[in-house]
């Protein structure tokens, strides 16, 4: 929105309460109480409390992403592209975020949210020219958003300091990260689009762990041999039940022998192969988290033993299954935040995912001479991403085959032929 729309439009910064809310929001509704039906599923933050894979999985889109370089790349009129290191905001994206944070920790937080909650936010801070100064992040748990008569959106920040208090925003000056939406305004979390999957995973880690303090001793049931005749009497059959069940309770934590009178032999209630069921079927629920972000089962640890050839694929899969459509998704949305739209017709925002398609040196040695030799690359751009200095006469595409740069063949051989 331009300077004389904020001016004159109808959107103001409007500190009064706003006059309904509605449960669709995922966070009210959790704070309200007002959750589906499936009741291991409480909020996305037990879940990556819960289950390891949930956490490895955010933690690797996060992680991955922020240590990507996030180039701001200037549009040619020849339809290529160069990267605008000069521009302030390719340094606030790759240097510092604000004085008080780097542009790794900015991105890694507004990743973990995006993976975590649906949402991200990032306060923007301009200069008298409208160009983009600062970037701070807002815990997307202190941001309340809400639609406005005209379409357009604003934004209420709670600032841990009290001293501060809440804050309007307006739609220019908040970043918006969200997740796949059901109304267009707030994201949800991956983990509450496939919350049955999500909840049956952690009804399984619940019942683990409770086997685990336990001691892993299954209910058990006494009967007696046919052979015995007696009956017990009810002072020695209740006190026969509390000894048993004070020793069961014991072995958990001090095992020891388990003797039994009158005859009473023990017997386990489980059926046999009941944990290797249970086993596999808490695998499979942890391989649905990972299917949920796009994340290869080897990546978490979830794949059985796997090949040279295998792991390749999936590392292939990890780029194009998970990290190009997250990143895809933050570049727009980031693009939209901190671009005018004259902005985006000369610029544009762009993760640089080609370390992530790197080799072992063999394959990326052949990869480069296939490169030079089809004139496609330099030498210098080979030597450049291999971390190596350029070196003089390395920018001329040269094919090996030939003793001479392009150029300089076509000039030679002009001349013979003059």
């Not at 370089?69 to 040619?76: A, I």
Request: with cysteine.
């Amino acid at each position: 929105m331009g300077l004389l729309a904020r001016l004159f439009g109808p959107e103001k910064r409007d500190m009064s309460p706003p006059q309904s809310v509605r449960l669709s929001d995922p966070y009210l509704a959790e704070f309200f109480g007002v959750r589906g039906s499936h009741s291991s599923f409480t909020s996305p933050d037990d879940a990556v409390a819960a289950l390891a894979t949930a956490a490895r999985c955010v933690s690797l889109i996060s992680e991955g992403l922020s240590a990507l370089p996030l180039n701001v790349y200037r549009l040619l009129g020849d339809g290529g592209r160069e990267v605008a290191e000069n521009h302030q905001l390719h340094r606030i994206l790759n240097d510092a975020a604000n004085d008080h944070m780097s542009a790794f920790e900015l991105r890694e937080l507004l990743y973990r949210d995006l993976a975590m909650q649906g949402n991200a936010y990032a306060r923007i801070v301009r200069d008298s020219a409208g160009r983009v100064r600062e970037l701070h992040y807002m815990p997307c748990r202190m941001v309340g958003v809400e639609r406005l008569r005209n379409g357009r959106l604003r934004y209420r920040y709670t600032d841990p300091n009290p001293a501060v208090g809440t804050q309007v925003l307006l739609a220019e000056e908040v970043a918006h990260l969200r997740y796949s939406s059901k109304d267009g305004v707030l994201g949800l979390s991956p983990l509450a689009w496939a919350q049955g999957a999500v909840s049956l995973a952690m009804s399984q880690s619940e019942l683990a762990e409770t086997q685990a303090q336990r001691g892993f001793v299954s209910d058990m049931a006494f009967e007696t041999d046919a052979a015995f005749q007696g009956d017990l009497a009810d002072t020695a059959f209740q006190r026969l039940k509390q000894q048993l069940s004070e020793r069961l309770r014991r072995m958990s934590r001090d095992p020891e022998a388990l003797l039994l009178e009158a005859g009473l032999k023990a017997k386990p209630l489980a059926t046999p192969g009941r944990e290797a069921q249970f086993h596999e079927a808490r695998v499979l629920g942890l391989e649905d988290v990972a299917r949920i972000y796009g994340v290869p089962l080897s990546v978490v640890g979830l794949g059985k033993n796997s090949s040279y050839g295998s792991l390749t694929e999936e590392s292939r899969a990890l780029r194009q299954n998970c990290f190009s459509p997250w990143a895809r998704r933050g570049e727009a949305q980031l693009a939209l935040a901190l671009l005018t739209a004259e902005g985006r017709r000369q610029y544009t925002i762009e993760h640089d995912l080609s370390g992530l398609e790197r080799g072992d040196l063999k394959a990326r040695l052949e990869a480069y001479e296939i490169g030079i030799r089809s004139e496609i690359w330099s030498p210098n751009e080979c030597r450049v991403w291999e971390g190596q200095n350029k070196r003089p006469g390395g920018d001329q595409y040269r094919n090996p085959s030939m003793s001479q740069p392009k150029g300089d063949d076509d000039e030679s051989g002009s001349s013979q032929a003059a």
